[in-house]
């Protein structure tokens, strides 16, 4: 019996966090290359909270909401793999709950081949 090694595009080769360019750079197993802008992923953040906060920022098109702290953090100052389907990171503010699952950061990817139209959000704010 003859095994084929099929390479998951989802997969990735490798994880760079660049904080001096503010990117996340991975490479994945099919060898494209993804660069992804801080900012964007944590405006992006697939966390329940900030999904939420994202959901009710847009139904209330009409109200001004005032922020009371500082803006999230776009610093990332630590990196977890979880498992083998996601990356999570522990942001400069503290906050640590988004799970960045492969998929869908591939399916995101800001490259003008994958998205013309630009990156689609991560997940959805149903």
């Known amino acids: 019996m003859t095994t084929t090694s099929i390479l998951n595009p989802e ?7 660049d ?5 996340l750079r991975v ?3 099919d060898g494209h290359a993804s660069v992804y802008p801080l900012r964007w992923l944590r405006a992006n953040c697939p966390c329940a909270t900030c999904r939420e906060e994202r959901r009710s920022s847009a139904l209330n098109t009409d109200e001004l909401r005032l ?3 500082p ?3 776009a610093e990332i ?3 977890e ?6 990356v999570r990171f522990t942001w400069a503010d503290g906050h640590a709950t988004g799970i960045y699952v492969f998929s869908a950061l591939r399916a995101s990817c800001p490259c003008l081949a994958c998205n013309p139209d630009g990156p689609p959000p991560i997940l959805a704010d149903d």
Do not use: E
């Open 11 to 17: 997969r990735p080769k490798d994880i760079t966090v």
């Open 19 to 23: 904080r001096a360019a503010g990117a």
């Open 27 to 29: 490479t994945w197993l």
């Open 67 to 69: 922020m009371s702290g």
């Open 71 to 73: 803006l999230p953090s």
């Open 77 to 79: 100052v630590a990196a």
């Open 81 to 86: 793999l979880v498992g083998n389907y996601a």
